[in-house]
């Protein structure tokens, strides 16, 4: 077996397994409060796993370490979030409100990309339909949006931490994206027509 095919297989492993623990904590909670706010979250991890499985391969993929830092740093510490049995800052029904906000710009950009949905920055072909005509990354902007729900309605300082390095390393690895994705004339395009990267109007 070759070391690419080793590589792919690992990812997918550990992806199905952070998948895992998540679930087990978040259905924990649900079980125990009635809050439906980290369901949402599994929901939307749920399709990172099954378009995990079925993606085409990449014409080019970035493999330098620091795009193997950002995406696991990414991917990862999400699963490290725990539940806060001392309530949210907010009633539930406003975070899960917000949380299907999220999760539904996540299933729009990942619905959209299909098979080209990726982990690790690569180029699976260019994808400028759907919400991807508002921002170069609606499924990261569903990330921090369902992230942020989350730590309103679980408030821990771990949560903070947590999300400080999920959310840079999400940043940073939809930077890496563009920056291997510029060398394409028609993703140049589609940055000239889309110039937001999350936030219309922000950033």
Request: include cysteine; charge should be positive.
């Amino acid at each position: 077996m070759s070391r690419e095919r080793v590589n792919e297989l690992a990812s997918r492993v550990v992806i199905v397994v952070l998948f895992t623990a998540l679930s087990i904590n978040l259905l924990g909670d649900f079980l125990r409060t009635g809050h439906i706010t980290g369901l949402f979250l599994i929901a939307s991890e749920a399709l990172v796993v099954i378009l995990t499985i079925a993606r085409r391969p990449a014409s080019l993929v970035d493999r330098s370490f620091l795009a193997a830092i950002v995406t696991f740093a990414s991917m990862a510490t999400p699963a490290l979030l725990r539940s806060a049995d001392t309530g949210g800052l907010v009633p539930d029904a406003a975070t899960a409100l917000v949380s299907m906000v999220g999760l539904a710009l996540i299933i729009a950009g990942k619905l959209t990309l299909g098979r080209s949905f990726g982990l690790v920055p690569a180029n699976r072909g260019v994808v400028a339909r759907g919400p991807y005509t508002f921002v170069r990354h609606p499924i990261y902007a569903g990330y921090l949006t369902t992230h942020l729900a989350f730590l309103i309605a679980h408030p821990r300082p771990w949560n903070l931490a947590v999300l400080a390095v999920a959310d840079t390393a999400l940043v940073l690895r939809a930077l890496r994206e563009e920056r291997l994705l510029a060398a394409d004339i028609e993703y140049e395009a589609y940055c000239s027509r889309v110039g937001w990267h999350l936030v219309p109007g922000v950033f």
